[in-house]
């Protein structure tokens, strides 16, 4: 995964850096996850999560 290559400096390909990236796809997932459930949407989740897990440690 490119945060566990790069690490936080992933971030700055984003105007929004890391805070509002984060929140950006967390709020993403969750709309996903509520109108679109399914294997899809869970694959996201998950994706959008072990970024934060990753950028956390």
Do not use: H, K, Q
């Not at 400096?9 to 997932?29: C, D, K, M, P, Q």
């Amino acid at each position: 995964m490119l945060t566990e290559t790069i690490g936080r400096a992933v971030f700055e390909r984003f105007t929004a850096g890391e805070e509002g990236t984060l929140w950006y796809y967390g709020e993403l997932s969750r709309i996903f996850a509520e109108r679109l459930p399914g294997t899809l949407s869970m694959e996201i989740a998950r994706t959008v999560d072990s970024i934060g897990t990753a950028v956390a440690s």
